[in-house]
């Protein structure tokens, strides 16, 4: 190999530019030359490229977001868009490529691997740390820590007033997000898609707090009840008890990376590399139990990750 490519794709994940920093670094030390992928897939596919060097990756390690700029691509999710993205890392000389996102990212690698043979290796680079074969996921603890911080000046405002609030946090099909920040924050109740939320539960625990006092209930985006309007609407017209509601929404995805996610990404990044150097191609580079580990891309979304059971139990325990 002598040129590889990096790009990032879908949401946007705190870490994702100390990713590339390690990537455009460690490629460097190897003898290679990188290429930054502008638009995730759909710079791909328009041959938005440009090289990466020390100068290009300076000063990135605290920034939010991602300096190669992210995208949903539809035209990529069709064999034709896929054609046009193998023509284009020909064109530009690539030899190996570096895919940064979750599992619609991932789908897209395999894809072109299985389709034109372009060797390519994934990491984890979601909020929502809902992918199998990595114990977390690159921009997980700072969305964490950001939700947590706005979560504590909730129950500020909640404890002030002696109000019920519904927070919501994001996590589509995952509730890892809620589950670490609810026990962190000592909500009274969390709602996770893995779990039947339970309204006469939830009911009595807000009964047992006491309605003059405050009441913080977590709410993953994605629970069956329909999120956290959905669910202060039932309590509201059940209970005839009011609340307030906060959705934190895109905040969790934006702000300067925790070092644990500086440190994951860079080791990621590095890993990626020296994976295609190997000859190693279709997997994701993960971290599990403090070591480098590389599955299958396929199954990062075939085998789902669960919530950690003592989580739940915790939250049950400490309400």
């Known amino acids: 190999m002598k040129r590889i490519a990096v790009f990032t794709s879908g949401g946007d994940a705190p870490g994702m530019n100390a990713h590339v920093r390690a990537v455009e670094r460690t490629a460097q030390k190897r003898g290679l030359e990188v290429i930054g992928i502008i638009g995730g897939y759909a710079g791909m596919i328009a041959g938005h490229m440009e090289v990466l060097d020390r100068i290009r990756t300076a000063n990135i390690l605290d920034r939010g977001g991602t300096v190669l700029k992210t995208s949903r691509c539809p035209e990529f999710h069709e064999p034709e868009g896929r054609t046009k993205a193998a023509e284009q890392l020909a064109k530009h000389g690539i030899d190996g490529v570096v895919a940064c996102g979750g599992d619609g990212t991932f789908h897209g690698a395999h894809s072109l691997y299985a389709e034109h043979g372009i060797p390519i290796v994934g990491t984890p680079g979601t909020i929502d740390n809902d992918l199998s074969g990595t114990d977390f996921t690159i921009g997980y603890d700072t969305a964490i820590n950001t939700a947590a911080q706005a979560i504590d000046k909730i129950r500020d405002t909640a404890d002030s007033h002696g109000r019920l609030f519904f927070v919501e946090v994001m996590g589509r099909h995952a509730g890892f997000i809620a589950m670490d920040v609810g026990v962190a924050c000592g909500a009274e109740f969390i709602a996770v898609p893995e779990t039947l939320t339970d309204i006469e539960v ?107 059971s003592y989580l739940i139990d915790l939250a049950t325990l400490l309400v």
């Open 202 to 308: 939830l009911y009595q625990r807000i009964m047992a707090q006491g309605l003059d006092k405050r009441t913080v209930v977590i709410v993953g985006e994605g629970d069956e009840s329909g999120g956290a309007m959905q669910l202060s609407k039932k309590i509201e017209e059940r209970y005839e008890i009011s609340s307030k509601v906060s959705i934190l929404g895109h905040v969790q995805r934006g702000g300067a990376p925790t070092v644990r996610d500086r440190v994951l990404a860079a080791r990621l990044g590095a890993a990626a590399v020296d994976a295609l150097l190997d000859g190693v191609t279709d997997v994701m580079i993960g971290e599990m139990n403090g070591q480098v580990s590389h599955v299958p891309l396929e199954r990062t979304w075939v085998t789902r990750k669960p919530v950690p």
